[in-house]
């Protein structure tokens, strides 16, 4: 009896060491893994949309983008854009994984900023507090209650989204993004185009005998015969020749690939179209340095997506909120 007894303590105390173990190798595996390649969930609450590192995100948050987002696209397309598609994904799901792509960015750098130590100023927590007060004071009590919209959440998303920002600012404020205008440069033209040599000999004949180059252009492409340029939009050659027109000049017979064109300029600088591109070719120009910095951290961390409550929603039913947060976000945040 008592080697019965020692046997099964021994086996008692092999069992417990045992356990121990596993337990000591399961804790170093989560946190050495958790953020890379394999996450161990502890699980979501019900209203929590998804999670990176430790913050969290509520599922008003992107009820209140996909607000926005059906919003703009109905107003710019119509209801039945939803119907379209993108390759094999309707708009609907298009739009919705962007809207869950957006939330997901805003966190991960929000986290860095955390690590950086990048927070908002007093004037930024100022707009923050009345983008707050401005959004709340539009909903109705039945979204309200309907979304378990509360001004913490809403303080809570305004900030992620200016922290963001300004941590956007921190890593791009060093790099040149400066475009020249003649690189921004937005032109007007007409064009004749056709298949082959002899007809566009024809057409050249005619304008010489100054015909007018839109009418001519019309019998030989009715329905596109004019358009704006931006540099680096067209084949290479059709584009020197075009840039080197000034206004209402016209260019010789050009051959671009198996095409024959000539070319008229109408107008050698848009001025107004000239600065808007060029801002957005230094805001792209930015964008692209920060993402080669950021993308690099933020594919290391591992975003954890509540999929049962993510399903339920769909842009194209999207509530509409009575006010657009990126309306109001401008309104005191930019």
């Known amino acids: 009896n008592g080697d019965l007894l020692m046997r099964r303590r021994k086996r008692r105390i092999i069992l417990i060491t045992a356990i121990i173990l596993a337990a000591i190798f399961l804790l170093g595996y989560m946190?050495?893994?958790?953020?890379?390649?394999?996450?161990?969930?502890?699980?979501?609450?019900?209203?929590?949309?998804?999670?990176?590192?430790?913050?969290?995100?509520?599922?008003?948050?992107?009820d209140i983008l996909l607000s926005d987002a059906r919003r703009e696209y109905e107003k710019l397309f119509g209801a039945d854009i939803w119907n379209e598609k993108i390759g094999d994904v309707t708009f609907d799901d298009y739009v919705k994984e962007q809207v869950k792509a957006k939330l997901e960015r805003i966190y991960?750098?929000?986290?860095?900023?955390?690590?950086?130590?990048?927070?908002?100023?007093?004037?930024?927590?100022?707009?923050?507090?009345?983008?707050?007060?401005?959004?709340?004071?539009?909903?109705?009590?039945?979204?309200?209650?309907?979304?378990?919209?509360?001004?913490?959440?809403?303080?809570?998303?305004?900030?992620?989204?200016?922290?963001?920002?300004?941590l956007y600012s921190d890593i791009t404020s060093g790099q040149n993004t400066e475009v020249s205008y003649d690189d921004a440069r937005v032109i007007q033209i007409q064009y004749i185009c056709t298949d082959n040599e002899s007809d566009i000999k024809e057409a050249r004949k005619r304008i010489d005998n100054n015909e007018v180059f839109y009418v001519v252009a019309r019998d030989y492409n009715p329905s596109e015969y004019e358009r704006e340029c931006r540099k680096g939009e067209l084949d290479s050659a059709f584009e020197e020749a075009a840039y080197n027109l000034s206004t209402g000049e016209v260019s010789d017979i050009i051959k671009v690939q198996d095409k024959y064109y000539i070319i008229k300029c109408s107008s050698d600088n848009d001025k107004t179209k000239t600065e808007a591109n060029k801002v957005a070719m230094e805001n792209k120009k930015g964008l692209d340095y920060f993402n080669s910095v950021f993308e690099?951290?933020?594919?290391?961390?591992?975003?954890?997506?509540?999929?049962?409550?993510?399903?339920?929603?769909?842009?194209?039913?999207?509530k509409m909120f009575s006010v657009s947060f990126e309306d109001i976000y401008n309104q005191y945040l930019k």
């Open 31 to 62: 946190k050495f893994f958790n953020g890379s390649f394999i996450y161990v969930s502890t699980g979501m609450r019900k209203n929590e949309f998804f999670k990176v590192g430790d913050l969290k995100s509520d599922i008003c948050e992107a």
């Open 108 to 166: 991960c750098m929000n986290l860095l900023a955390k690590e950086k130590g990048t927070v908002l100023s007093r004037t930024q927590k100022e707009g923050v507090a009345n983008a707050v007060d401005t959004f709340y004071a539009g909903l109705s009590s039945d979204e309200i209650s309907q979304y378990s919209i509360t001004k913490d959440k809403l303080t809570s998303m305004f900030t992620s989204f200016a922290v963001a920002e300004s």
């Open 296 to 318: 690099e951290y933020e594919q290391k961390h591992y975003v954890e997506v509540n999929e049962k409550i993510w399903n339920t929603r769909k842009t194209s039913t999207a």
